[in-house]
């Protein structure tokens, strides 16, 4: 299964230091982290110098479901080292079905 994850800035300013996180499902594996870094099982990372205000970057990572039928959260998160003045939508959750 392919994952996209699009980190965008809403600005004012520019991201520095941007970093990405996408938390695996237990149970599932990671087949490609997409150019990020695996921390562990769980956690594919990703670091970008800047992204500008208006900017997006685009990540694609390949997970491997198991083989158990249900529901898996998939959880993605971005922090940067400039201040945020909307930090709230920094956080993102997405429920997938494996049938």
């Given amino acids: 299964m392919k994952v996209t994850i699009t980190v965008g800035n809403a600005g004012p300013s520019a991201a520095a230091k941007t970093g990405t996180a996408l938390l695996i499902p237990r149970g599932w594996t990671v087949a490609s982290p997409g150019g990020g870094t695996v921390i562990g099982k769980q956690l594919i990372t990703f ?21 158990a039928k249900g529901p898996a959260l998939l959880t993605a998160g971005v922090a940067c080292t400039v201040k945020d003045p909307n930090y709230r939508n920094n956080l993102t959750v997405t429920l997938i079905q494996v049938s």
């Fill in 47 to 67: 670091t970008a110098a800047t992204l500008a205000a208006g900017g997006t970057i685009t990540y694609t990572v390949t997970l491997t479901a198991p083989p």
